[in-house]
């Protein structure tokens, strides 16, 4: 019952007009549960599994965001679950979701696992990207701080296969390492 009410207050404020200052931090899809590679990869058949992080904040109690593929990821959806059972979630990331952690917490936050079967047949390039609720008054992606305002946050756009030309677009995030031979850093330091 408690958490029901923590979900309930979370969300009420989420729907407040006012917007007030704070920091809202940026939600992205990452390999890893901990928001440090923004790079998932596609290379094999099998199932892919994806974290969607809260990163970048020093603190919030809830979020609502979207998450959207493009550029013709070919993974097939086979669910998702809360990184933590205490959360409570309504909706799911592909429809759009509201979401209370139950407690103020900093960041990472690992949210959301989504789990995909994939043939590793995706194109380079192809991306996660996370993107305002659809149904947000107002729009955008929102989080709730710690003082239980309404703030905003960001969304960011993580590459599946990235083949050196895709950078991830992850606000406060990661600099992703790019994949790279030997000779390739040795050519750097040719002739020096």
């Not at 549960?33 to 992080?53: F, K, M, N, S």
């Not at 209370?100 to 789990?115: D, K, Q, R």
Request: negative net charge; glycine residues 12%.
């Amino acid at each position: 019952m408690k958490r029901f009410l923590l979900l309930a207050l979370a969300l009420a404020v989420l729907h407040i007009p006012a917007m007030a200052f704070g920091q809202g931090g940026t939600i992205a899809v990452f390999a890893d549960p901990i928001g440090e590679d923004c790079h998932p990869r596609d290379v094999a058949p099998g199932i892919l599994q994806v974290y969607v992080v809260h990163t970048n904040t020093e603190g919030v109690t809830a979020s609502q965001f979207m998450v959207r593929t493009g550029d013709g990821f070919e993974g097939v959806y086979l669910g998702e679950y809360l990184a933590d059972p205490n959360d409570v979630a309504i909706g799911d990331a592909f429809a759009g979701v509201q979401m209370g952690y139950g407690e103020c917490l900093s960041a990472p936050i690992h949210l959301i696992t989504m789990s995909f079967y994939v043939t590793g047949s995706s194109p380079e390039c192809c991306y996660f990207e996370v993107v305002e609720y659809p149904r947000s008054d107002p729009p955008g992606i929102n989080a709730v701080d710690c003082d239980m305002n309404l703030v905003d946050a960001e969304g960011g756009t993580t590459f599946v296969n990235p083949d050196g030309n895709c950078v991830c677009d992850v606000p406060g995030g990661p600099t992703p390492v790019e994949l790279t031979t030997w000779s390739r850093v040795k050519a750097m330091y040719a002739g020096n």
